[in-house]
Structures are given as structure tokens and as C-alpha cells.
């Protein structure tokens, strides 16, 4: 039998219309306009042909310029600027740079690769255990910005891939950072967008700082397991151990190791100043002081002996490597009748002059800690052109200017074993005669037979420094404090040395202070002075240790004029300079308390 079951006709209709999906709505141009958008913004941060940060702000701006489609206000386009949850990881990030800047980084780096050694076991719960807790209070992106190079040297002293450590170093951080509200900016977000969205439901609210910590926990010590007794063993050693990462990928010749010297103008600056010099970027990555890497390298002033680890281009590197340096020509006055360079001993009195400016030179250098590279010119001949000279210019001669080299060897820096080679006419600037190039050939020739040698540096120690400090000058275009015509050391009625000053054969080695030798044509003398009113001379030790008394005989200018002296170092009482009543006057100094080191002469 069959049973016919009547329906009611709305209900039905009803119940069908409710079941029944509705049409698809067409595609609308705003949907076309966000979609690209959203697919550009994946692209760039894929491929981050643009930095990200560059990258988020062009996709913020976009969506407000283009706001008829996406609906963004532009209230609403800068409103994640004021976000909670913005804000706290802009905290963190400071916080954890303010952790980085104490130190502490570094003692934990040392700690952990103390602990762990060579054991890849005790190198993974280091790891693990130090990434994770930390990041359930400091968010986890600056946790494992620090302590990738903790790691990664600690990897390195126990011999171990780096590979084998940063994959953990990065789960144990994610892991972590699910005990706590702030322990990842994901859930700060979440936090954010729940609190703004409870006015439309209402079982929705912010999360407390705590609230999902005892799951939060369960994920980490399951997921810590994992990482310390299976994870590691299915990761690749994608690099060496013991590599740090410079011939992986290729950086060696852009890296440096830069010693800062005593007297260094970098001493005193900031690492800043090493791209001012060199006049392009210099990275500082590190800074070893007394062989501790310092904390922040960016706030430290630079220190003499520091070494430096430095990111830069070859031509950045090559500037970076100038010397501060003096140098001394050769002497020599073609107008001069001292020297009949036709004769061998004539010439060699040359060299001898040579190396008393050459000396000179290298004391004062030593003193203002600068290097001294000493200059050697070749031959040439201007006869041609001076036809009416008494006597001839240095003459050419392979022989003579390689007896000019091997002087200039000497006188080499142990720290820059180099000297300076000039064909520009010293002497002679209006007849721009200029030596032949052998002459240049011949200085590389027997350069090259001394170069790998050891310099044979000049004794400085066999001379000691006598400085005048004085308390007043006068002239406008000299700063004259007093002459001076002899210099004697003596030992009670005993001479030891006298020393006629403006007489060139004669004089002391004067470094600085002293102008052109001046005469009346029957004595001769320099002014001292100078713009630091200061005059150093430098005298053998051996006579300075011999004498008890120094004396200094010239005319003071100022009235009242005293002068400072320092005697190898010993400060004395201060030297009243008196103005002598008739002719030239004699002071002396009492060197009985001064005590000088003589160099023992050696075979």
C-alpha cells in the first residue's frame, strides 16, 4: 500500500530556499587591486629585491594611496604604528641591544663553550637550554640575533658544524617564546587583534601573560626532547666545523685585521672614524683589547694596541694602510763650494752629511710617533744650463747613487722597511731637467738586492734628548725666544763636548724649534722658539752621561724668560734666562740628578 505524505508548500519552500548555496558573485575591481597588492608584497619579501623595511612601508602606503579600492583609511594605514603589540617588540629589541652592550653576551658565550667542550650532546642542551627560557621573556627574534654568534664560536672551539647547532638554537627560541604572552610577536598580534575584536564578540579578550603557560611548557620540553636526541641527527653539516663561515662564502678579501698603533690618529675615536679616513665604509665587526673581544664595539673609543676586525673594499683597505710618515732628501747644494764631488772623499763626506740629516730626521720622527722613510735622489746634470756654475752638480754615477741607497738602507724602519725614491728636481725647479730613467732602474736593482734584508736601523739609542719648554716668545712672524751660539757639556772645570751651533759640521743634532743659522760674520747662532715655544736637541748619551753640568750660551729676547728643561726624560728646575748685561750669556744646568742609559757597544 502506498502512503502519499502531504507537505506543507511554505515550509518546504522555505527549507529549500535556505539549503539552496547562493550564486557566485562576480569578480569586482577591488578585489583584482588587493590581490596584486598582497601577490606583490610576497614577491618582495621573497625575493627581497627591496629591504623588507623599505618593502612594508611601500605595501603601507600603497594600500592608502589606493584606498577607493582597498578601503584603508589612512588612520587605519598607520594605525599598527601604535599598536600594543608593535610597540612591545620595538622594547624588546632595545632591550636586548641593551643586553648586548653589558657584556653579558660574551661571559655567557665563554660559560657555555666552557661547559660543553667538544661534546655535541653537552654543545645542544647549552643551546637549548639557555635559547628557550630566555626567549619565553625577551622576544625570540632579538634571542636569537644575539646569540648566533655565541653559538656559532662555541660550535667552532669544540669543532662541530655550525649547521649542526643553528637549526636547534632557532626551534629552541620559537619553542620557547610559547611560555609567555611575549616570548614571540605572534602572539602579541593574536593578543592585539582578540582585544580589538571583543566589542563585536564578546568571549573574546587580550591574553594574560601567563595564560597559556602550562601548555606552553608541555610543547617545549616535548620539542627539546625531539631536538637534543633526534632533530640533530637528521640535519646536514651544510659547513665545516671549525670554519667561520669567510671561505664559505667567499668574503675573506673584504675582511682585515687593523692594529692600532701608540700615537695612531685613531687613538682616542670612535670606529666611525676609520671610514672618515679611508673615505669609504669601514664596518668595525670586532675589537680585541688585551685580548678580550670588547662588548659593543660601536661604543667603545679606539686604544694603542687594540686590533681591530674590519668589513671594507680593496681601496677603502689600501687607505686605511698609509703611513704617517716624514722624510729627509738628500743633501746636497749644487751652489755650494764644500764639496769637490770629482774626488772620493769629497763625496764621502757628502754621505756623512747625509746621515746626520737623515739622523736628525728619524729622532724627531720617533719623537711625534710618526715613521720616517728616508728619500734618495739619482744623479742628474744641469751643466747645460748653468754654464756659468763654479762647480759642478752631483755628477751621474750608478756607483755613487747606489752608495746613496745603501745609506738610505740603513736607515730603515724595522716596522716599514722602505725608503722614498723623487726624480723631481729638488734644488732646480726653472730648469725642469730631470734624471734619466736607468737612474731610477738602478735605485730598484739595488733596492732589490737589500729589501728581504733586515733594516739595519740607525742607533737612536746611542742619543739622548735635551728640551727647552719656554715660558714666552715674541715676533709676529717668528716666535723668538733666545738665541743660542755654543752649547758646552762639562764635568766640574772638565769639557767633555762643545758644540758651535750654526756651524753645520759642528752643531748637535736639533730636532725642532730652532731656525736658519744666522751670523755677523764672525760668530754664527740660531733663534730658538718656535710656534710651540719648545726646542729639542738631542746630544750623544754617552757625553750627557759624562757631563754635570750643561751650558747654553745666547740672548734671551723676552725680559723675564725662563724656560722648562727635561734631560732624557728627568724633569729639572725651570732655567731663568736672564738678560745678559753686556754681550752673551752663559746658563747652566745642573745635570747631577739626571740619570742617562748608554747603550752597550756591541761587536
Given at each position: 500500500?502506498k502512503r502519499?505524505?502531504?507537505?506543507?508548500?511554505v515550509?518546504?519552500?522555505d527549507s529549500?530556499?535556505?539549503?539552496?548555496?547562493s550564486?557566485?558573485a562576480?569578480?569586482t575591481?577591488d578585489?583584482?587591486?588587493?590581490?596584486?597588492?598582497v601577490l606583490?608584497?610576497?614577491?618582495?619579501?621573497v625575493?627581497?629585491?627591496?629591504?623588507?623595511?623599505?618593502?612594508?612601508i611601500?605595501?603601507?602606503?600603497t594600500?592608502?594611496?589606493?584606498?577607493?579600492?582597498t578601503g584603508?583609511?589612512?588612520t587605519?594605514?598607520?594605525s599598527?604604528f601604535s599598536?600594543?603589540?608593535t610597540?612591545?617588540?620595538?622594547a624588546?629589541?632595545i632591550?636586548s641591544?641593551g643586553?648586548g652592550r653589558?657584556?653579558l653576551?660574551?661571559?655567557?658565550?665563554?660559560?657555555?663553550?666552557?661547559?660543553?667542550?667538544?661534546?655535541l650532546?653537552r654543545?645542544l642542551l647549552?643551546?637549548?637550554?639557555v635559547?628557550?627560557p630566555?626567549?619565553?621573556?625577551?622576544?625570540?627574534?632579538?634571542?636569537?640575533?644575539?646569540l648566533v654568534?655565541?653559538?656559532?664560536?662555541v660550535?667552532?672551539?669544540?669543532?662541530?658544524?655550525?649547521?649542526?647547532?643553528?637549526?636547534?638554537?632557532?626551534?629552541?627560541?620559537q619553542?620557547g617564546?610559547?611560555?609567555?604572552?611575549?616570548?614571540?610577536s605572534?602572539?602579541?598580534?593574536?593578543?592585539?587583534?582578540?582585544a580589538?575584536l571583543?566589542?563585536?564578540y564578546?568571549?573574546?579578550?587580550a591574553?594574560?601573560?601567563?595564560?597559556f603557560?602550562?601548555l606552553?611548557a608541555?610543547?617545549?620540553?616535548?620539542?627539546?626532547?625531539?631536538?637534543?636526541?633526534?632533530g640533530?641527527?637528521?640535519?646536514?653539516?651544510?659547513?665545516?666545523?671549525?670554519?667561520?663561515?669567510?671561505e664559505?662564502y667567499?668574503?675573506?678579501?673584504?675582511?682585515?685585521?687593523?692594529?692600532?698603533?701608540?700615537?695612531?690618529t685613531?687613538?682616542?675615536?670612535?670606529?666611525s672614524a676609520?671610514?672618515?679616513?679611508?673615505?669609504?665604509t669601514?664596518?668595525?665587526l670586532?675589537i680585541?683589547?688585551?685580548?678580550?673581544p670588547?662588548?659593543?664595539?660601536s661604543a667603545?673609543?679606539?686604544?694603542?694596541?687594540?686590533?681591530?676586525?674590519?668589513r671594507?673594499g680593496?681601496?677603502?683597505l689600501?687607505t686605511?694602510?698609509a703611513?704617517?710618515a716624514?722624510?729627509a732628501?738628500?743633501?746636497?747644494?749644487p751652489?755650494?763650494?764644500?764639496?769637490?764631488?770629482?774626488a772620493?772623499?769629497?763625496?764621502d763626506?757628502?754621505?756623512?752629511?747625509?746621515?746626520?740629516e737623515?739622523?736628525?730626521?728619524?729622532?724627531?720622527?720617533?719623537?711625534?710617533d710618526?715613521?720616517?722613510?728616508?728619500?734618495?735622489m739619482?744623479?742628474?746634470d744641469?751643466s747645460?744650463?748653468?754654464p756659468?756654475a763654479?762647480?759642478?752638480?752631483?755628477?751621474?754615477?750608478v756607483?755613487r747613487f747606489?752608495?746613496?741607497?745603501?745609506?738610505a738602507?740603513?736607515?730603515?724602519?724595522p716596522?716599514y722597511?722602505l725608503a722614498?725614491?723623487?726624480?723631481?728636481?729638488?734644488w732646480?725647479e726653472?730648469?725642469a731637467?730631470e734624471p734619466a730613467?736607468a737612474y731610477g732602474e738602478?735605485?730598484?736593482?739595488a733596492h732589490?738586492?737589500?729589501?728581504t734584508?733586515?733594516p739595519?736601523?740607525p742607533?737612536?739609542?746611542?742619543y739622548a734628548?735635551?728640551?727647552l719648554?719656554f715660558?714666552?716668545t715674541e715676533?709676529?712672524?717668528r716666535?723668538?725666544a733666545?738665541t743660542l751660539?755654543?752649547?758646552e757639556?762639562?764635568?766640574?772645570?772638565k769639557t767633555v763636548?762643545?758644540?758651535?751651533i750654526?756651524?753645520?759640521a759642528d752643531?748637535?743634532?736639533i730636532t725642532e724649534?730652532?731656525y736658519d743659522?744666522?751670523?755677523?760674520?764672525d760668530r754664527?747662532?740660531?733663534?730658538?722658539?718656535?710656534s710651540?715655544?719648545r726646542?729639542?736637541v738631542?746630544v750623544?748619551?754617552?757625553?750627557?752621561?759624562s757631563?754635570?753640568?750643561?751650558?747654553?750660551?745666547?740672548?734671551?729676547?723676552p725680559?723675564?724668560?725662563?724656560?722648562?728643561v727635561?734631560?732624557?726624560?728627568?724633569s729639572l728646575?725651570?732655567l731663568?734666562?736672564?738678560?745678559?748685561?753686556t754681550?752673551v750669556?752663559r746658563?747652566?744646568?745642573?745635570?747631577?740628578?739626571?740619570?742617562?742609559?748608554?747603550p752597550i757597544?756591541?761587536e
Amino acid at each position: 500500500m502506498k502512503r502519499s505524505v502531504q507537505l506543507p508548500s511554505v515550509g518546504l519552500t522555505d527549507s529549500l530556499t535556505l539549503l539552496q548555496p547562493s550564486a557566485p558573485a562576480g569578480v569586482t575591481v577591488d578585489m583584482v587591486v588587493v590581490g596584486l597588492v598582497v601577490l606583490g608584497a610576497v614577491v618582495l619579501f621573497v625575493t627581497e629585491w627591496l629591504p623588507v623595511d623599505v618593502t612594508a612601508i611601500a605595501i603601507m602606503v600603497t594600500l592608502v594611496v589606493l584606498q577607493p579600492w582597498t578601503g584603508i583609511s589612512p588612520t587605519e594605514g598607520i594605525s599598527g604604528f601604535s599598536s600594543p603589540a608593535t610597540i612591545t617588540v620595538l622594547a624588546m629589541l632595545i632591550l636586548s641591544a641593551g643586553i648586548g652592550r653589558t657584556g653579558l653576551v660574551q661571559i655567557l658565550g665563554r660559560r657555555i663553550a666552557a661547559f660543553a667542550g667538544e661534546s655535541l650532546d653537552r654543545q645542544l642542551l647549552a643551546t637549548v637550554g639557555v635559547a628557550g627560557p630566555v626567549s619565553a621573556f625577551v622576544n625570540n627574534t632579538p634571542v636569537v640575533a644575539v646569540l648566533v654568534p655565541v653559538v656559532t664560536e662555541v660550535a667552532n672551539e669544540g669543532h662541530t658544524s655550525p649547521s649542526k647547532l643553528l637549526i636547534p638554537l632557532s626551534y629552541a627560541s620559537q619553542l620557547g617564546g610559547m611560555l609567555t604572552l611575549i616570548g614571540t610577536s605572534t602572539n602579541l598580534l593574536a593578543s592585539a587583534t582578540a582585544a580589538s575584536l571583543a566589542g563585536e564578540y564578546p568571549g573574546l579578550r587580550a591574553f594574560g601573560f601567563f595564560e597559556f603557560t602550562a601548555l606552553g611548557a608541555v610543547v617545549f620540553l616535548v620539542g627539546s626532547a625531539y631536538l637534543l636526541t633526534v632533530g640533530h641527527r637528521l640535519l646536514p653539516e651544510r659547513v665545516p666545523p671549525a670554519d667561520d663561515y669567510v671561505e664559505s662564502y667567499g668574503i675573506a678579501e673584504y675582511l682585515a685585521a687593523i692594529d692600532v698603533k701608540a700615537g695612531s690618529t685613531l687613538v682616542g675615536n670612535s670606529p666611525s672614524a676609520l671610514s672618515e679616513r679611508a673615505g669609504g665604509t669601514v664596518d668595525v665587526l670586532r675589537i680585541v683589547r688585551d685580548g678580550v673581544p670588547v662588548a659593543d664595539p660601536s661604543a667603545e673609543r679606539l686604544d694603542a694596541g687594540d686590533t681591530l676586525l674590519v668589513r671594507t673594499g680593496d681601496e677603502a683597505l689600501r687607505t686605511l694602510s698609509a703611513v704617517d710618515a716624514v722624510t729627509a732628501y738628500d743633501w746636497y747644494d749644487p751652489r755650494s763650494t764644500a764639496f769637490d764631488f770629482d774626488a772620493d772623499e769629497s763625496f764621502d763626506r757628502y754621505l756623512d752629511r747625509v746621515a746626520t740629516e737623515f739622523t736628525r730626521w728619524h729622532l724627531a720622527a720617533r719623537d711625534h710617533d710618526v715613521a720616517f722613510v728616508p728619500a734618495t735622489m739619482p744623479g742628474y746634470d744641469d751643466s747645460a744650463v748653468r754654464p756659468e756654475a763654479e762647480t759642478p752638480p752631483l755628477p751621474r754615477s750608478v756607483k755613487r747613487f747606489r752608495e746613496q741607497t745603501a745609506l738610505a738602507t740603513d736607515f730603515l724602519d724595522p716596522e716599514y722597511p722602505l725608503a722614498y725614491i723623487t726624480t723631481f728636481n729638488e734644488w732646480h725647479e726653472d730648469t725642469a731637467i730631470e734624471p734619466a730613467p736607468a737612474y731610477g732602474e738602478s735605485y730598484l736593482d739595488a733596492h732589490a738586492e737589500t729589501k728581504t734584508a733586515s733594516p739595519a736601523t740607525p742607533a737612536l739609542d746611542e742619543y739622548a734628548s735635551v728640551t727647552l719648554s719656554f715660558s714666552d716668545t715674541e715676533g709676529e712672524a717668528r716666535a723668538l725666544a733666545t738665541t743660542l751660539r755654543a752649547l758646552e757639556l762639562a764635568d766640574s772645570d772638565k769639557t767633555v763636548a762643545a758644540y758651535d751651533i750654526g756651524v753645520p759640521a759642528d752643531e748637535p743634532v736639533i730636532t725642532e724649534g730652532a731656525y736658519d743659522i744666522e751670523s755677523d760674520g764672525d760668530r754664527t747662532w740660531r733663534w730658538l722658539g718656535g710656534s710651540a715655544a719648545r726646542t729639542v736637541v738631542y746630544v750623544p748619551a754617552e757625553q750627557l752621561s759624562s757631563a754635570s753640568t750643561l751650558r747654553l750660551f745666547g740672548q734671551p729676547k723676552p725680559s723675564g724668560l725662563s724656560a722648562d728643561v727635561t734631560v732624557a726624560g728627568d724633569s729639572l728646575p725651570s732655567l731663568a734666562l736672564d738678560q745678559p748685561a753686556t754681550g752673551v750669556g752663559r746658563y747652566e744646568v745642573d745635570l747631577s740628578s739626571v740619570t742617562v742609559s748608554v747603550p752597550i757597544a756591541t761587536e
